[in-house]
């Protein structure tokens, strides 16, 4: 039966017809005030912060509110999209749960407000304290690396210390890692010009890439066949000609048995192995052991099946483009990520595609200049390598000093090693394994300063929060990320004056810095910083502001590749895997676990992103919130047939436990996943109790929803240290308790 | 004079909802308010599996249902065959509501009146796209003039065969479909 | 999830407006055709119109939103001659007065009624035109709504003028009562009436349930939702049973018994009559399911 509105219930009533008489009034006002604000339209190009892509946009005022975007349609990385977010997050700016100045805590959770130079002042003299006592590498500095990074450098290496974690331990490490082995960098793709594109442990259309979405879809347009491989019917495979539903884990094996076909129907692309690779011989010999039939049995996918997409990779080759991964399979999530990148290079060596139309190919970047070092004096030399072992050829050799291992910090707090930290735009009590063992380390710390815009779970543990001007209310530096084709550089600036008593990150960097005697690293001001940046490319601030995106001229060009690797070749064989006596030909290597055949309650837990939620901090903003709201969008996916053993119907709840953690959550029963694993979306879980504003609205705001880390236990890939995100084995049930 | 229409592929709907929240914006609409809707739908067994991602708005019905049952005239089509709401006219009996069989009209509790997709008809007077259309990341929708049989609009429809919903309802929509 | 537009209010506004006009033509029969077996029914009838109809009316009018807010924008409601509402805001606006003049002056109520009761004729005569227009709209207003595959049969005005008639000729026959109790006797010819309506009602209903369950997905949703559905104790109990069977009993024993009928009983059919009425309006309106559209 239709629901009847709470409206119609009153007017029913006679104390409606009251009610109905009153009502019209207030909500008038109301309607009367929202339509006599200033309508006058401003247009300010500058970059959107919802997400760590940092799409270009327009974003539109009425008045002095923010109205709406736009993307700007030659910024290369989003080719004018802009995703429900982008629009979303700018209601953002006007979230009441938002900090409004600088922030001491005094207790369990207890905040006091505090002038910019009580804070800077405090934490100047604590973190001296700190040094004094225990020496600069106890300090460290934990960030989402942005245009601003090299500034965040500045600062930490000004005191001494080399400890500069990224988030890459939990997001890309192999991926990098993997390609910087074989062809000496992290490669693009021209999918727009592909013949034939293949998705494997990457969905572009979750995990967000707008760019690669448009190169995409004209692919599609003119013809380009499309096969997504992916335990789950993922938001690309909408997009697909073909889903392959892998055995979570396993894609190494297929990808070396797409090799070892292509190898023995002599379908490589000869010219190209011979003139551009390394270790071809070696490779041949390995991979003669992955039949498709052998891979049937590790992937569930049959042989005849693979020996159809070889042969129709090799087909389209060169025009070709297995996607080159970021967080998915390719990623930090399984113990044999790094091996099977190496593959996917190795095999893209086969079918020839670097720097081929439709193929791989090294983006042309900007060429930024820097301040004058004889009147702006460089920081001195710190270590080369890390407190977590990054850098250190005996401990982690191949994670690059200055990414580091972020998910180590809390280990090392507890070891003592680490005392002070400054975690800018990174939540990693939220977004890192096991969040017991996370609060527990960052616990520890003598001072732990944030830059939060909100009390994230993060924050509320911190000692001091020094608000950043939120992104649309901050100036930063120039930022060269949207060269894909084209060498461009952009900028972020101020859409609307900051609501609250806030600053951008250089001035908070600056106003530290005075603080800590490292203030002569400082002597200048973010416009003389970028100035310097955009001296070489004859580009001026005024302009670059005025267009939001400038092409600096040089542009992709097909043609012989030129690679950076030791050799100079695509190494088949990893010269500087050989080396560190580490597998240098792709090997197959079990994932760390397996779910129990025989147990109908064991499961491999994945996860991946929403394309309407950025990790696990947009859950917050009720425009977002409510497509989970309307969409029932929180639920895991298991597949009817497991769940008919559980005897859960769609919509039940489900408690779901691994070795570290416990939960629930409703289930979604789809044909759209592998039945070894169940789907959790990874948007949810947010559980500071500051976030009261979403949780007002739909589902969203605190205690909604679970997340991956609270059943990822604390992991380091012997290799390169990364999380091994869904190396998760969990047992499910029915639960006659609710969940989200 | 233009008609203007929109064409739906939604062989390229991801879902991702951008659409829903670019109109909001535009349209100065709350949260929870809603001129756009995608409806999710899967079919099938593994291998044969699959989904489909259906963007819904108002249909801009050449004979439209809500218009003829709108007692004060509030609904009316404008020269460029966009089906709109005079918020100054409309009292809020929401006849038009029950009438339309797309379920593609909204009560704004607030104005006291129906609301409704306008095709962005401002923008577009000014020479833009609708926001939804220009916000796709996959470029699902393609907006244009239905009259000119050059247009990309028109030729898509052409070649794809792009069907409006529920024909046989007779309300002649101007959003057609390319269903998977 | 679009939230459904019309609820008690528009439920009330067909009741009301349905009885008012049926109480209207039951009293014009009675003064026509047997006015000396009741006067009170035909002076109860109509009596009751006038306020029935301007009550329902109302409703209408606490449904609109910025139409009630800002009042003036009523003067727009006859702005589209191809909408139901605008015709029914016309008829309304020409039966109400008609209907309000007639209880004065079959009741010689007032200087105005006094003189008014020689143009008694006139005003059955042009309100019983709009009467039953007012009853048969009612009907045609969800009728036309193709929005609602259910609603949307010629049945609709049929049903809904079958059950103004009978409803309305509750509504009299109470009325009656209340002003003469004596006249309970003789009201039992009249229950040749609900016999009558009440049959033709039950007829038109069936009609419409197996017609909707073959005529469309949709209608077919709505008639399960009836029938089977979650509205179906509703349905059989206040509509079926309450509304039609037990009155139509009543009203045939009560005919042939010729007043020996206890009083509770006789004024107790009437009142399910009513009952039936309203229900079978509430549950069309909710039972009412949007085409599938993908
Ligand atoms: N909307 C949105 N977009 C974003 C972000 C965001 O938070 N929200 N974050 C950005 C960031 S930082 C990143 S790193 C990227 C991440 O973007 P992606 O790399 O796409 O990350 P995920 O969505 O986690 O994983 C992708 C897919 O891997 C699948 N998968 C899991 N296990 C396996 C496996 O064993 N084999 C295969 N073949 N597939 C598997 C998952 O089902 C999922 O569909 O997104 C970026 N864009
Ligand atoms: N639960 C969960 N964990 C994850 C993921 C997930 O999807 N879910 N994804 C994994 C991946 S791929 C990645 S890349 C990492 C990312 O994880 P993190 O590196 O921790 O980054 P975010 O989660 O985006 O956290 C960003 C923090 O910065 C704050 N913030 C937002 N805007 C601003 C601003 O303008 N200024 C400042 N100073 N702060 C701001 C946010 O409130 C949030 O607290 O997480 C990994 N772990
Ligand atoms: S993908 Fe969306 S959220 Fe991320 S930067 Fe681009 S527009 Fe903003
Ligand atoms: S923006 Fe495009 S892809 Fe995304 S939901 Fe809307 S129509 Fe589909
Ligand atoms: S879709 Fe509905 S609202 Fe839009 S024109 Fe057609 S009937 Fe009217
Ligand atoms: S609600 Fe407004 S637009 Fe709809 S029918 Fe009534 S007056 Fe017309
Ligand atoms: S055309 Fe404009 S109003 Fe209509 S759905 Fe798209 S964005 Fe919203
Ligand atoms: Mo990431």
Redesign the pocket.
Known sequence: MPTISRRKFLAASAVGTAALAVGPYVSFDAWAKAQNESQETKVTPTLCGACDNWCAINVHTKGDRVWKAEGIPGAGKNLGGV??KGHGFLHELYNPDRIRGPLKRVGPDKFEAISWEQAFKEIGEKTLAIKEKHGPQSIFWLTHPQANHSLNGRFLHALGSSNMFSHGSTCFMPRNVGWWLTVGGKPEMDLEHSRMIVLLGRNP?GGLNLGSLREISRARSNGARMVVVDPRFNESASLADRWLRIRPGTDLALVLALSHVIIEEGRWQKEFVEKYTEGFAEFAAEVKKYTPAWAQEKTGISAAEIVQLARELAGYAPRVCVHRGYHGAMGTQYKNSLQLVRAVGCLSGLLGNFNQPGGLYFPPKPKLGKLDPKDYPKPPEVPDHMSDGSGDPDRYPLVPAGNGIAHAIPELALKGELKAGFVYHSNPIRTNPNPARVIAGYKKLELLVSFDYVLSETATIAHYILPEAFYLESDDVVYTSHSVRSAQVSIRQPVVKPLYDTKPLFEILKGMAGNLGIGEYFKFTLEEYNRASLAPLHVTLERLKKEGVIDTGSRWEPGPPKLKTPSGKLEMVSSILKDYGLPAIPTWEEPLVMPDPKDPHSFRLIHGKQ?HHTHARTGNQPYLTEITTLNDWARVWIHPDRAKLLGLRDGDCMSITSTVGKGRARCRITEGIHPDCIFLPSGYGMFSRHFKFGKKHGQGGYGFGISYNDFLPTYFDPVLGHTMGNEIIVRVEKSTTRGA | MPHYGIA?DTT?????????V?CQNQNGLAYDQEF?R?VERERGRYPSFAKE?I?LQCNHCENAPCQRVCPTGATYTTKEGVVLVNPKTCVGCKYCVEACPYKMRMIDHHKGIVVKCVMCIDLVRQGGIPA?VS???????IFGDLDDPNSEISRFVATHRAQPLRADLDTRPRIFYKRS | MPENAWGWLIVTYLFLAGAGSGAFLSAVACDLLAPDWSKALARAGSLAAGPLITIGTSCLVFDLEAGLWEPWRQAYLVFNPTSMITWGVIILSGFIPVAFLYGLALNGITVIGKYFAKYVRTLEIVGSVFAVATAGYTGVLIAVVNGVPFWNTPLMPVLFLASAMSTGLAVAMIGAALIDVSTIKTLSNFALGHVIFLAVEAGVLMLLIFMSLTRSVEAATSAQMLISGALSPYFWGLVVVIGVAVPLVLSVVEYYEYGEMPKLLVVGADVCVLIGGMSLRALIIYSGTPPLIV
């Open positions: 995703c429900a259309a394309a | 739906i390229k709907c991801i879902g991702c909802h951008a659409c829903r670019a756009n995608i991602f963007p939804c916000t796709c990341p996959t470029q699902v929708r």
